[in-house]
């Protein structure tokens, strides 16, 4: 008889589901909206209403479910307790067990961007490896770590959080954390353009980005491709503040292997070529031989890491 798992990826405005068989094939993927309202009291629910309806709609008995995984934002313990996820509404409570009250199905919970992690170790750019860091640069910067092919979780679920490390003294312009001087604030889409227009502003250099107003990663990248001085100098400044950063965590971790992904990513190779120049000499000799590959999977990592999870 065959058997199934669910993924479950808890987003501030849809959730992505997936449904898969045990030997990690999506079979069908889905989402539905997010309900925050009253302190996102009915995402839990709807998400078990609709894994149900699922498994009605494929005729699937619960007997033939090994679990549900779920990824969500916010810190998330081992045991699957969340501790305030904000974009959610969500205090402090065990997702694992209120989901598995509702489901009566075994659940397990993580951190998304660790879950996300451990979705490209297994099906993703991570693939072969079992230690990993995985680096979303998006609207912001996450991380998950991998050791020994589990999910580094820390003891509130707040291990992987790569985006809050101070990198810059002096800075005046707060990180959404509340902390000043992050290294989200210089190496996401949002911080790659605050240090184009810093840039900019510093000297009349010519540049295809002067007088642009819109200026974003995606077009700092392209003036990078196509020869731009000023341009490939942000880049340099990116790549030498993530670099090093890497090289720290490289001195904790040991990874086999970084993943980039997120919007930053649709740069292409070139992004892996400022990043992993400036780790080279920062790196502590044991770590220096650790790959750079880009994310495969997409908005579908969490889904994947999440079945991932009840399948270990």
Known sequence: MAKYCF???VGGTTVKLGCFDTEGTLLEKWEITTRTANGGEAILPDVAASILDKMKEREISREDVIGVGVGAPGPIDGEGTVYNAVNLGWGTFSIKNQLQGLLNIPVEAGNDANVAALGEMWKGGGQ??????AVTL???????????????SGATGAAGEIGHIHVMDGEQEMCNCGNYGCLEQYTSATGIV?????????DDKPSSLRGNDSISAKTVFDAVKAGDELAIEVAEQFGEILGKELANIAGVVNPEIFVIGGGVSKAGPILLDYIQKNYIPYVFAGSRGALFALATLGNDAGI?????????
Do not use: E, Q, S
Request: aromatic share 2%; hydrophobic share 45%.
């Open 304 to 312: 994947y890491g999440a079945a991932k999870m009840v399948l270990d």
């Open 7 to 9: 993924g479950v990826d």
């Open 194 to 202: 605050r240090l184009a227009k810093r840039r900019l502003a510093a």
């Open 128 to 133: 072969g490896h079992k230690n990993l860091v």
């Open 138 to 152: 998006g609207t912001g910067v996450g991380g998950g770590i991998i050791a020994d092919g589990r999910i580094l």
